[in-house]
């Protein structure tokens, strides 16, 4: 059906920066929102940002600032550039993808996600 894959996850000393893509491919497909989540060992999944369709943005508070999420639609696109790196952004960083099929129901799909450490 639809596949997400992520790239861009690595190793940076706090300060730094990083920026992740994730590209959505399949058949005849459109998407409503994206969004990029994350999860660090014995925490639970976290929202990190959202983004529709137009371009409307949400950020946890943690984040927001640092963190910018775009997306270029025709490309299946969604990015998170990340700014000024803390150890704790470190986590498993998952792309998400809202896809509609009937009316009134929808789809969410997910990356098999992509690591970010942020080294002190």
């Known amino acids: 059906q639809v596949q997400l894959v992520e790239s861009g996850g690595g190793l940076v000393q706090a300060g730094g920066s990083l920026k992740l893509s994730c590209a959505a491919s399949?058949?005849?497909?459109?998407?409503?929102?994206m969004g990029w989540y994350r999860q660090a060992p014995g925490k639970q999944r976290e929202l990190v940002a959202t983004?529709?369709?137009?371009?409307?943005?949400t950020y946890v508070d943690s984040v927001k600032g640092r963190f910018t999420i775009s997306r270029d639609n025709a490309k299946n696109t969604v990015y998170l550039q990340m700014n000024s790196l803390k150890p704790e952004d470190s986590a498993l960083y998952y792309c998400?993808?809202?896809?509609?099929?009937?009316?009134?129901?929808?789809?969410?799909?997910w990356g098999q996600g992509t690591q970010v450490t942020v080294s002190s």
């Open positions: 399949g058949s005849g497909f459109s998407i409503n929102a």
């Open positions: 983004i529709t369709r137009g371009s409307s943005t």
């Open positions: 998400n993808a809202n896809v509609p099929s009937y009316y009134g129901t929808s789809t969410n799909y």
